[in-house]
């Protein structure tokens, strides 16, 4: 009796929870009521379908992912999507309890349950939790067509298998180009990560995701045994039931340059107010000619004095805001730190602009030169010699090329993070041994004493320009 009393508590904390979703299941049948094998069978929310009411269609967001329509293809709202097996039966598992259409075949043109090919024709079903509904049968209609190929079906995954969060996937967008028209789609469901072209000819077309949260890298993108990072996608008839497989990584894959330090001030901002968000600029093709949308990639609060600090961020065309709609002004990013930004804030909160500061000094050049072997990845950081003054700038160095904004001032510089076997030789600007303090002028690196400064002279007829900084290294295989 003791040890019955004992165990008691533990019996009761390990009996099973209460299952969270419900589970629908059925016969799928053809237009002459034959069992119709591999066919897709999905639910959307009522809430959601009300957009798209009346129409022969799964109801797409809106506004769509890109916020318009005509692009050959919006993003259905789905909850949960099965396949029927050679024998026409099909299982919805994981539905969240609510109310939801059923519905079979291709995405742009499905069969609802029972058998009708528009939303009003359609029978909702009562989704509870814990409860299994079976003989929730459909008979594709005559016009629908029964042929799943008429889509372009994909799974978006992590590599280590971590999970998709629910507040992300809006974040992911995946685009199917070819010369005549351009798809984009977003993942639909949480726990399968799938998302869909719909309507695709039969063709070939270039696969690419859009810019991805930074942290976030592309691994690969396959169709089949095709990389599709190398190769166009072919798709057609005889391309079967093929996913694209999409495998993201939080590890910066080799060869994936590391990214840019974006800098700057905030005019106006105060403390406590909601973060900024940092959008790329995305060129798309629609129906009726060339746009640009935002996909946003970090978002960020500023310190109480407006100065941010954004790592990371890979080249292309960005804009800083807080709201979805709110466009400041575009601004670049390369190879090189972007330091001196200026993001004004209106009275409503609302961004003014972007605009480089004009009283920043101009970017002085570096390059990178290595006796024996390859560039390496290491950091060079740059130091103002003054007690009190601004915090040393910090340049992550990856290919031959790199720069830094300076303002006036005297500085010294290091390098560090160096692969084991590499060693500095030199940095110089010109004649000037920049390891000992050097002078920053309007016109560039200078003599620290004379404030001359420090210039390169060419082959006539070129003319003599600033000297930049070179950094010299001494590769493993050069050492003695």
């Known amino acids: 009796m003791t040890i019955f009393l004992y165990l008691l508590p533990l019996l009761l904390v390990q009996q099973p929870k209460q299952p969270e979703f419900g ?6 049948r053809d237009s002459n ?3 119709a094998a591999g066919i897709r069978v999905f639910v959307t929310p009522v809430e959601a379908a009300i957009v798209g009411r009346g129409r022969a269609a799964v109801p797409v967001r809106a506004p769509d992912p890109i916020g318009r329509s005509g692009r050959g293809g919006g993003t259905a709202i789905l909850s949960s999507i099965s396949q029927t097996d050679n024998q026409g039966r099909y299982q919805l598992a994981d539905v969240l309890p609510g109310r939801y259409y059923i519905a079979a075949g291709s995405l742009a043109s499905p069969t609802y349950y029972p058998s009708g ?10 989704v509870v939790a814990g409860e299994t509904i079976t003989n929730l049968d459909i008979t594709l209609a005559a016009s629908a067509p029964s042929n799943p190929q008429r889509d372009l079906w994909g799974r978006l995954a992590f590599e280590d298998g971590s999970e998709l969060q629910v507040g992300t996937l809006q974040q992911f967008a995946f685009i199917l180009s070819s010369g005549k028209v351009q798809h984009i789609a977003q993942p639909f469901t949480v726990q399968q990560g799938l998302f869909a072209f719909q309507s695709i000819e039969p063709g070939e077309y270039v696969v690419s995701v859009a810019p991805l949260r930074l942290g976030t890298y592309l691994k690969s993108i396959t169709f089949g045994n095709v990389d599709l990072t190398r190769n166009p996608l072919t798709f057609g008839a005889d391309t079967g039931d093929t996913q694209i497989q999409v495998f993201l990584t939080k590890t910066r894959p080799a060869g994936t340059p590391r990214g840019v330090k974006v800098k700057g001030h905030i005019i106006g901002w105060r403390t406590g107010s909601p973060p900024l968000e940092l959008n790329a600029v995305l060129t798309t093709v629609a129906n009726r000619g060339h746009s640009e949308d935002l996909f946003g990639v970090a978002s960020f609060t500023p310190q109480e004095d407006g100065l941010f600090e954004i790592d990371s961020v890979p080249p292309g065309q960005y804009v800083i805001s807080r709201y979805e709609n709110d466009r400041s002004m ?7 730190d972007v330091t001196n930004l200026e993001l ?20 002085i050049r570096g390059t990178v030169e290595v006796d024996g ?23 992550a160095v990856s290919g031959r090329e790199f720069s830094v904004q300076l303002p ?11 692969p084991r076997g590499y060693s500095l030789e030199t940095v110089t600007a010109g004649p000037l041994d920049l390891t000992e303090p ?18 390169v002279r060419s082959a006539a007829p070129a003319p003599a320009v600033s000297a930049g900084i070179t950094v010299r290294l001494k590769a493993p295989s050069s050492q003695k």
């Open 23 to 28: 589970t629908l299941s059925g016969l799928l």
């Open 33 to 35: 009521g034959r069992p």
């Open 117 to 126: 090919t528009a939303l009003n024709q359609g029978r909702i079903v009562n």
């Open 330 to 336: 575009a601004f670049n990013v390369a190879g090189n």
């Open 344 to 363: 004004e804030l209106g009275r409503d909160n609302r961004s003014t602009g972007v605009a480089l500061n004009r009283n920043a000094i101009r970017s």
């Open 373 to 395: 072997g390859a560039i390496p990845e290491f950091t060079v950081t740059i130091a103002t010699i003054r007690a009190g003054a601004a915090a040393p700038q910090t340049v």
């Open 408 to 418: 006036e001032g005297e500085y010294r510089i290091s390098i560090s993070g160096l």
């Open 438 to 455: 050097f002078l920053v002028s309007k016109s560039g690196i200078a003599d620290r004493f004379t404030g001359a400064p420090i210039v």
